[in-house]
């Protein structure tokens, strides 16, 4: 089973650029499909991006496309995240998923296999 770690959130400024990463640990992790999903304050869990198994097209939600980047490195165990023009409305938890059966959606979250423990973005206005 593949165990996740998220790292690189912090405090930014609107308009700023962060990029968020994801380490997985275990030999099994080119063979998950990765996502990254958000929950704001009193907001439900959402899904952000995903992208399959070879890496290649990221899929994104509507509130994030042309800002926000998803890319893997199977050769590092490590999915990335990469956030741009990020506004107040984008503070979160983000957390990374992963799973070995199915992309990453918002329709399948609650059945994602593996899940990180989240770190915290917060967008300052």
């Known amino acids: 089973q593949v165990q996740l770690v998220e790292s690189g959130g912090g405090l930014v400024q609107a308009g700023g650029s962060l990029r968020l990463s994801c380490a997985a640990s275990?030999?099994?992790?080119?063979?998950?499909?990765m996502g990254w999903f958000r929950q704001g304050p009193g907001k439900e869990r959402e899904f952000v991006a995903a992208?399959?198994?070879?890496?290649?097209?990221?899929y994104y939600a509507s509130s994030v496309k042309g800002r926000f980047t998803i890319s893997r490195d199977n050769a590092k165990n490590t999915v990335y995240l990469q956030m741009n023009s990020l506004k107040p409305e984008d503070t979160a938890v983000y957390y990374c998923?992963?799973?070995?059966?199915?992309?990453?959606?918002?329709?399948?979250?609650?059945?994602?296999?593996?899940w990180g423990q989240g770190t915290l973005v917060t967008v300052s206005s």
């Open positions: 275990g030999r099994t992790f080119s063979s998950y499909a």
């Open positions: 992208i399959a198994t070879g890496g290649g097209t990221g």
């Open positions: 998923a992963g799973d070995s059966r199915v992309l990453p959606n918002d329709g399948n979250r609650e059945a994602l296999e593996v």
